[in-house]
């Protein structure tokens, strides 16, 4: 039996067992609540230990279940995510990857069958991937892949060393996403550069968004606007019910589209092309206005600019013979529904061809302007002055339209032109000759109003012009005149009925009849009509100077070589030319192929224009002229002083002869003036190496004078008037056997 232990042994015994228990439970992984009484209260620290693992091996079980559960959540969560998720070795071998990556990356195949391969056995993009995986930054990087925007991020894993063991790389698919930006940037693009401003307002109507375009059209700066109400850009020119409407439109059929006239931060009002539309959400609620604005300024100022062209002339800026007979044609109307009367002045400049032909369409064009002008400073605000085109202008009166005060404005009218005009530094007389009529006396509907003041308004030119003529019936019998003389004249023209009567020019200083004027007669023509000052006029009008121009010179030709076959001493015969004939391209080719035919040569030939003619076309004339110099045609400048012309065209043109006007001849030597004419164009002529022919010489005075002053040449009366071919060769004879040549 053993002893009984003592008291101090025993619990020296049951110490050291608690420290060994202690200490057993101090490496323990239990907690102190899962230890089991019993082995406490008898100190076992075997069983105590027994238990523990036995605890710690079911704790380990659960742990190992939580972690397959945990495992398959992650690798489930793994093959959820959109991206592809691939994890490789240091040398490209796959270690896991996600289903994702399966289908994507490794066509299809599945996990088990791709895990332990190498990237590139599988891969169609393993090169992208080596590239990407030795990178290895975790940044995300773009690529291209089977043409798909893909993002990729390749991040190194380290092993317990601190060594990369591995790389999990991250495919996203992103070609939506840049697709999206690119649409985005491309919006923002548009949105920014369109010539059309956009102003976007929220559901309160308070502007949000604008672009560029919108602080072009309007000057107002971006924050100017935000937050604004659009109504601040309005022009004050709508009246209520127009926004009404507008509103109306875009809340019943969410959409507006007008113009409107906005106001620019300047004041300035700006047309608009304007489309509003309502944005909706998806609940159907209003989230916005858009609203598109066009400038349209420059469109509406074209089309009020077309609008004045189309009905004025652009000269004058007076309303034109379109937007004048709508006018004749409503004043028309309202004038017979009140038993009115209303008044037409139609004016035509005086010599206005004149100003044209010899200082040329410039100055004919300002001219045109100043008497514009005038006429507008004489009429009344009601009453309208039009240009119908070329010197003809018209005045509509409309109020208190009375004979009398027809005739007080044309009076007054007349006066006023009878005033030079100053053109630059020329000052022009011109005047105006016009016509009345009277609505409903002379003509009850615009035509015939108009073409009755226009017969009216001859008929002021022929009682002398700078005058004015009330229509009467009379004068259309005037018109129908004018239309027989044509006629006569096409009939005279084919039957050759006219005559060349030749007028002497006369050498005073050798005392012979140097050459002579051929002057066309018409014996057979209308009484009315039997000057050439009439009836040339008729045959330029009607072009049938061409033909008579060329029987003219054919004829005047004929005579000069008989003439000089028959031994009559004279130089030349000279003849008259108008502008329509020089004007022809062929007018020189014509005279040389006449000479031809005649047998006579250049030098025997004088032409004669007017400055008229020359001022007209300077350049051409200067062609045919200088044509016709290689043939020794001689050329003179006739009624030489009465033109406008500067001049300087005796210096450039080949020019033989002047032949000073009869009308300077006339008052001479009794007008101090007129002498003084002639001896500076005596004088020009001598500087210039020219002749001088003084015509319309009647009386000896004139004569003397003339000759005392150097001009030798004379033509007139007083020596002889023209005369038909046998008296002049008489003439000539008489004249030669007399002064002893012969
Ligand atoms: P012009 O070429 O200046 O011709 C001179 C005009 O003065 C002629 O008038 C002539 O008869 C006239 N005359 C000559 N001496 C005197 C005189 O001492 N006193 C007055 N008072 N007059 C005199 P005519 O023959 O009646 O011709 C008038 C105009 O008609 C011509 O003016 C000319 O411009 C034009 N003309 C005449 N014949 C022709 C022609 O064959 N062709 C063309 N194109 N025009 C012609
Ligand atoms: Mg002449
Ligand atoms: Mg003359």
Redesign the pocket.
């Known amino acids: 039996m053993e002893p009984k232990p003592s008291r101090q042994e025993a619990l020296r015994y049951i110490r050291a067992k608690v420290d060994e228990l202690l200490g057993v439970i101090g490496t323990l992984p239990l907690r102190p609540e899962e230890l089991d009484d019993q082995r406490l209260i008898t100190l076992d620290p075997i069983g105590i230990v027994a238990d523990s693992f036995r605890l710690l091996n079911s704790h380990l079980n659960t742990t190992i279940e939580q972690l397959k559960i945990a495992q398959n959540e992650i690798r489930s969560i793994f093959d959820t995510v959109g991206a592809a998720i691939v994890v490789l070795d240091l040398h490209d071998r796959i270690e896991d990857c996600n289903r994702r990556a399966c289908e994507w990356l490794f066509n299809d195949l599945p996990r088990t069958a791709v895990i332990g391969k190498m990237a590139q056995e599988l891969c169609p993009c393993a090169e992208a991937l080596h590239e990407i995986r030795s990178r290895a930054d975790g940044v995300p990087h773009s690529t291209t892949m089977e043409g798909r925007d893909v993002s990729v991020i390749a991040t190194r894993i380290l092993d317990d060393a601190g060594q990369a063991a591995r790389t999990v790389m991250l495919f996203s698919d992103i070609t939506e996403q840049k697709r999206t930006e690119r649409d985005l940037r491309l919006y923002a693009e548009v949105f920014g550069q369109i010539a059309d401003g956009i102003l976007i307002t929220d559901a309160d109507n308070r502007i949000i968004e604008i672009n560029d375009a919108v602080t072009r059209i309007t000057g107002y700066a971006r924050e100017e606007l935000i937050g604004r109400n659009p109504g601040m850009l309005g022009s004050g020119l709508h009246e209520a019910p127009f926004y009404k409407g507008l509103w109306h439109s875009v809340e019943q059929h969410g959409y507006w589209q007008g113009e409107i006239s906005d106001r620019r931060k300047d004041g300035q009002v700006i047309p608009l092309l304007q489309s509003i539309s309502a944005a909706h959400d998806p609940a159907g609620r209003l989230t916005h206005h858009i609203a598109v604005m066009t400038d349209i300024s420059s469109i509406k100022e074209a089309q009020t600019r077309l609008d004045f062209l189309a009905h004025h002339d652009l000269l004058t800026e007076l309303p034109n013979r379109l937007l004048f007979n709508d006018r004749l044609c409503h004043a028309i109307e309202r004038t017979a529904r009140e038993r009115n009367q209303l008044a037409l002045l139609f004016i035509d400049l005086d010599r206005f061809k004149n100003v044209n032909d010899s200082l040329g369409h410039h100055i004919g064009d300002l001219l045109l302007v100043e008497a514009a002008q005038r006429l507008r400073q004489l009429v009344r605000r009601a009453d309208t002055v039009s240009r119908l085109g070329g010197d003809e202008f018209v005045v509509l009166m409309e109020t208190s339209a009375t004979h009398l005060a027809a005739v007080r404005l044309a009076e007054k009218i007349v006066a006023a032109f009878q005033q030079p005009f100053q053109i630059g530094d020329l000052e022009l007389h011109i005047g105006c000759s016009i016509g009345i009529t009277l609505f409903p006396d002379d003509g009850e509907d615009a035509t015939t109003l108009m073409k009755n003041a226009d017969v009216a308004m001859y008929r002021a030119k022929e009682a002398g012009r700078a005058g004015y003529v009330r229509y009467s019936q009379e004068h259309s019998a005037a018109m129908r005149l004018k239309l027989e003389l044509d006629n006569a004249l096409r009939t005279a023209v084919g039957k050759q009925s006219f005559e060349?009567?030749f007028?002497p020019i006369i050498d005073m200083g050798k005392r012979r009849v140097a050459a002579c004027?051929?002057?066309?007669r018409w014996p057979t023509g209308p009484a009315q009509a039997r000057?050439?000052?009439l009836f040339?006029p008729a045959a330029e009008e009607t072009r049938l100077?061409l033909p008579l121009?060329r029987w003219?010179i054919g004829e005047a030709l004929r005579h000069q070589r008989r003439w000089r076959d028959q031994g009559l001493p004279l130089d030349y015969v000279s003849?008259?030319?108008?502008m329509v004939?020089i004007t022809q391209p062929d007018f020189a080719e014509q005279i040389i192929a006449l000479l031809a035919e005649t047998g006579t040569a250049g030098p025997e030939l004088q032409i004669?224009l007017?400055e008229n003619v020359l001022m007209a076309d300077t350049e051409h004339c200067a062609r045919i002229l200088s044509r016709l110099r290689e043939h020794g045609i001689r050329v003179a400048i006739?009624?030489f002083g009465t033109g406008y012309s500067s001049l300087s065209y005796l210096k450039q043109l080949p020019i033989d002869n002047l032949?000073i006007?009869?009308s300077f001849v006339r008052d001479i030597p009794g007008d101090q003036n007129d002498c003084a004419i002639a001896a500076a164009v005596i004088g020009l002529a001598r500087t210039l190496g020219l002749e001088a022919i003084a015509?319309?010489?009647?009386t000896v005075e004139q004569q003397d004078y003339l000759v005392s002053i150097g001009c030798d040449k004379m033509?007139?009366?007083?020596h002889a008037?023209?005369m038909p071919a046998p008296e002049f060769e008489s003439f000539v004879i008489r004249y030669t056997q007399s002064h002893g040549h012969l």
Not at 517 to 520: G, K, Q, S, T
Not at 575 to 578: D, M, P
Not at 695 to 698: A, P, V, Y
Not at 715 to 718: A, D, N, V
């Open positions: 060349l009567h007028q004027e051929a002057l066309i000057s050439p000052d040339i100077i121009g003219i003849v008259n030319i108008s004939q004669e007017t006739d009624d032949k006007d009869r015509e319309g010489i009647e033509q007139g009366y007083l008037h023209p």
